[in-house]
T-cell receptor, first 112, second 116 residues
């Protein structure tokens, strides 16, 4: 069983929809949680970072962490065709050096 | 210096050949990482450097793989005697220390390796 599970999709939504992307994890030592966006043939770019449980909002993006359920989410409001990409969750342990453990990524397509 | 630069962008090589990739991190970043990403998967950690010191290596990094960061600036990743299973995107990333507000890496666009 992988430490981080993420539904690979693909997920297709109409423009303007609210998108919900999720990851579950098994290692309770994960304390830092990130979401990356990766366009085709590009490296991942950091979208959101959260520490421990709680919510964080940045423009149209909201990241949510529920440590009791070992579940993290990324919500995208008013989705745009330019949001079409693969979204990767990533996590880091306290004292785990600098290694990030990624999910497999969810492929999102926002259609006109 | 606008980001992490990786060269070459693409590399096709015959099985058994050696290949070397280069990464130039963001100049003020003292930490440099190598990850490997195969199709439909997330990046997997290979190794990381703080300045010129290699501080952690994954068990994924077999004896055929070696990474260096000789002066604490650019880094190279060499794969000897390539195998078809080495075909992947090799991603380099850099960061400052895990203090302050920015806990994320900046990734380069990767080097796509195809072993035929």
């Amino acid at each position: 069983q992988k430490e981080v599970e993420q539904d690979p999709g693909p997920l297709s939504v109409p423009e303007g929809a609210i998108v919900s992307l999720n990851c579950t994890y098994s290692n309770s030592a994960f304390q830092y949680f990130m979401w990356y966006r990766q366009y085709s043939r590009k490296g991942p770019e950091l979208l959101m970072y959260t520490y421990s449980s709680g919510n964080k909002e940045d423009g149209r993006f909201t990241a949510q962490v529920d440590k009791s359920s070992k579940y993290i989410s990324l919500f995208i409001r008013d989705s745009q065709p330019s949001d079409s990409a693969t979204y990767l969750c990533a996590m880091r342990r306290v004292g785990g050096g600098n290694k990030l453990t990624f999910g497999t990524g969810t492929q999102l397509k926002v259609e006109l | 210096d606008t980001g992490v630069s990786q060269n070459p962008r693409h590399k096709i090589t015959k099985r058994g050949q050696n290949v070397t990739f280069r990464c130039d991190p963001i100049s003020e970043h003292n930490r440099l990482y190598w990850y490997r990403q195969t199709l439909g998967q997330g990046p997997e950690f290979l190794t990381y450097f703080q300045n010129e010191a290699q501080l952690e290596k994954s068990r994924l990094l077999s004896d055929r793989f070696s990474a260096e960061r000789p002066k604490g600036s650019f880094s190279t990743l060499e794969i000897q005697r390539t195998e078809q299973g080495d075909s992947a995107m090799y991603l380099c990333a850099s960061s400052l220390n895990w203090t302050g507000g920015n806990y994320g890496y900046t990734f380069g666009s990767g080097t796509r390796l195809t072993v035929v």
